[in-house]
């Protein structure tokens, strides 16, 4: 049996078993994954480690967490959030009540960067984030708010970069190697499971934020979550993703104009 065979029959169980689908999932990306993990956990070959999940529920939160990506950090892409201070924020802040959605959100900085973008518009006291993912495990990290202190001079220069002027350590208290962010930030935030393979539309927001989710997911699946971030988007509301990603080529290219080279889009129709 081939490898590829193994990983289909691997992805079977763990849609009729748990209800987890990553058969849409870039088969190049979640391949590496679970060979890197077959590595990581000593399985001699893919049976055990399909046996394993097969036999062991708990299991499952560990391969969930191995192959789905969390990398993220705070203010990434200065001048992505430089635009959203200048192009989206103002925009915003005519309406009563702002709603943002950060799907597959990870372990939460750009959440607490956005929260903080907010605050310093003024407008946080009337918005709601959405924070949600896959994965349990990494949104417990979102509602702690708690990330490595060593990290804090790296986020603040990309806070600067991003046209922030306030001094980044007022945003959070540091302890014992860690840096734990204000209250009155993740207060805002409200924490849920969501799979973008299968669930649903919850809410009307003005802006969603996917970064760097799609290009883990093979164009028929992409083209599912935008037609769902659609959905989900009011008139006049924005998109943002990542880096690499587009609306070119997607069923719902055409209802969307791109702001600026920054990967914002605005819905137009």
């Not at 956990?41 to 046996?51: G, H, M, N, V, W």
């Not at 970064?211 to 769902?228: G, M, S």
Request: glycine share 4%.
């Amino acid at each position: 049996m081939t490898e590829d065979e193994d990983i289909d029959l691997l992805l079977n169980d763990l849609f009729d078993l748990y209800g987890y689908d990553f058969t849409r999932y870039s088969r190049a990306s979640l391949k590496r994954r679970i060979i890197r993990l077959c590595s990581l956990d000593k399985f001699p070959s893919f049976a055990e480690l399909r046996y394993r999940l097969r036999n062991d529920p708990s299991y499952l939160k560990r391969f969930v967490e191995e192959v789905t990506v969390n990398v993220t950090e705070m203010f990434r892409d200065p001048g992505f959030y430089k635009s959203l201070r200048e192009d989206v924020l103002p925009v915003l802040g005519t309406k009563p009540f702002i709603r943002i959605w950060h799907a597959g959100c990870s372990t939460g900085e750009e959440v607490y960067s956005l929260a903080i973008l907010l605050k310093e518009a003024n407008l946080l006291r009337r918005s709601l984030l959405y924070a949600t993912d896959l994965n349990p495990s990494v949104l417990e990290k979102v509602r702690k708010g708690i990330f490595p202190l060593a990290l804090m001079k790296q986020y603040s220069e990309s806070y600067i970069s991003s046209g922030g002027t306030r001094d980044f350590s007022s945003y959070y208290t540091a302890q014992y190697g860690q840096a734990k962010f204000d209250s009155e930030l993740s207060e805002k935030i409200i924490i849920s499971t969501h799979n973008l393979v299968s669930d649903s539309s919850f809410n009307e927001f003005d802006l969603i934020l996917c970064r760097n989710v799609l290009i883990y997911f093979d164009k028929e699946l992409q083209d599912r979550v935008l037609k769902l971030f659609d959905s989900s988007l009011g008139t006049l509301g924005y998109l943002a993703l990542g880096t690499k990603e587009t609306l070119k080529f997607s069923a719902v290219q055409n209802k969307f104009k791109q702001l600026n080279r920054e990967k914002i889009w605005k819905k137009i129709i």
